[in-house]
């Protein structure tokens, strides 16, 4: 094995997060301020004004973390299958996913439990077929990196488009 081989098989990607708060909870559970921002370094140009679930007292005009997984899903997948179908030489025009995530609150620990993508795909003609595809979208989701650190299960329901070349 060369030095570069055992490099790449050690090497550990890391990714850095901080979230910052101020505020006070001495008054209650109630009344205490949900909002935050999150940044990720290098990016700190990219903060997130982000806040908790309304349902639990948020902000519904800024992101929380429930939505942040889910995004971060959908993202996963749809970098993975542009991947995918580069390689396989297929030229993909549009990508867009309108995904969702389930929290049942009576099934402890409260958690996502399941987060469903609906991609819908526009390629270019000639394209192979809805078969070929489904496929090839199954073989991002085996890749990406989100899907394989979740536990909630994730399915994914792709809908495809062919643009005439």
Known sequence: MTDASAHERQHVHRYAARVS?????????????RAHEGVCPPAAGAALPLSADPAFHGDPA???PEQLVVLAASSCQMLSFLA?????????LAYED???????????????????????????????????LR????????????????????AIEPAFRRVPD
């Not at 505020?23 to 109630?30: C, I, K, L, P, V």
């Not at 389930?102 to 394209?127: C, G, N, Q, S, Y």
């Not at 496929?135 to 994730?154: D, K, M, P, W, Y």
């Open 21 to 33: 708060w101020t505020g006070s909870t001495a008054e209650s559970y109630d009344s205490y301020p």
């Open 62 to 64: 800024k992101l929380n």
């Open 84 to 92: 995918v179908a580069a390689r396989a030489r297929i030229d993909v």
């Open 98 to 132: 309108d995904a969702e995530g389930e929290m049942p609150e009576h099934d402890k620990p409260v958690r996502v439990t399941r987060i469903t993508l609906r991609p819908r795909i526009t390629v270019k003609d000639p394209a192979p077929g809805d078969d070929r």
């Open 135 to 154: 496929q090839l979208v199954g073989t991002a989701h085996r890749h990406c990196f989100v899907a394989n650190s979740l536990t909630s299960e994730i």
